[in-house]
């Protein structure tokens, strides 16, 4: 398999702060991750394909405004949640591609009070 | 785009019975089928996939079919044991395993029960 590294697992902030969350590939190199978010007993929703050393695509709906992603390197994808409101609370999830097949990170549980 | 339907939503059975969850998809084009097991607050875990030049696909006490003609797949676990409780989900690759995303299905709550 391949090994995903997402931090934090759960973070609690402020109504109006920012909040990053860090996706790493251990073993291997990532030139596209991707970004999933899960409501409560829902299935995974894709949010963005992050691709290094350019934009990142968004799915239709998400605000690229509000989740800002970078993929500075082949092994780091961030997912920065601005200005959030307790509707951005949610588990969100990277993902990324090692010989065709799809592991995913830990996820992070964001909490906005 | 991809379309994929899982059944059932929940499925209960006893320990050392077997269990099989279906998957449906819609783009013809799709050529990859993984498997994933997520528990409470974790991200999901690739168990098994399988592709389409073959029929069929088994990993110790896990088994995937594989139907093109009728465009579905199912896991069959066999001598359920308490810890395969979880929630699985079934995906289809509509990007026939290139850089895109996949499509899941909506998952299926396995309870096993001692």
């Known amino acids: 398999g391949a090994v995903v590294s997402q931090h934090p697992s759960r973070v609690i902030c402020k109504s109006g702060t920012s909040v990053k969350i860090e996706c790493r590939s251990l073993?291997?190199?990532?030139?596209?991750m991707f970004w999933y978010r899960q409501f409560p007993k829902q299935s995974l929703m894709l949010m963005a394909t992050?691709?290094?050393?350019?934009?990142?695509?968004?799915e239709q709906g998400v605000e690229k405004d509000k989740f800002l992603i970078n993929h500075a390197s082949l092994t780091l994808s961030t997912l920065t949640v601005t200005s959030a409101h307790p509707e951005d609370s949610s588990f969100y999830i990277c993902?990324?591609?090692?010989?065709?097949?799809?592991?995913f990170g830990s996820g992070t549980q964001l909490s906005v009070l | 785009g991809e379309n994929v339907e899982q059944h059932p939503s929940t499925l209960s059975v006893q320990e050392g019975d077997s269990a099989v969850i279906k998957c449906t998809y819609s783009?013809?084009?799709?050529?990859?089928f993984p498997w994933y097991k997520q528990e409470l607050g974790k991200g999901p875990q690739l168990i098994i996939d399988?592709?389409?030049?073959?029929g069929e696909k088994k990993d110790q006490r896990i088994a995937v079919t594989l139907n093109k003609t009728a465009k579905h797949f199912s896991l069959h676990i066999t001598e359920t044991q308490p810890e395969d409780s979880a929630v699985y989900f079934c995906?289809?690759?509509?990007?026939?395993?290139?850089?895109?995303?996949?499509?899941f299905g909506k998952g299926t709550h396995l309870i096993i029960q001692p």
């Open positions: 995906a289809a690759d509509p990007g026939g395993g290139g850089a895109d995303g996949l499509t």
């Open positions: 399988i592709r389409s030049n073959v």
């Open positions: 992050s691709n290094e050393g350019s934009k990142a695509t968004y």
């Open positions: 783009d013809s084009a799709s050529n990859y």
């Open positions: 993902s990324a591609k090692k010989d065709l097949k799809l592991f």
């Open positions: 073993d291997f190199q990532a030139t596209t």
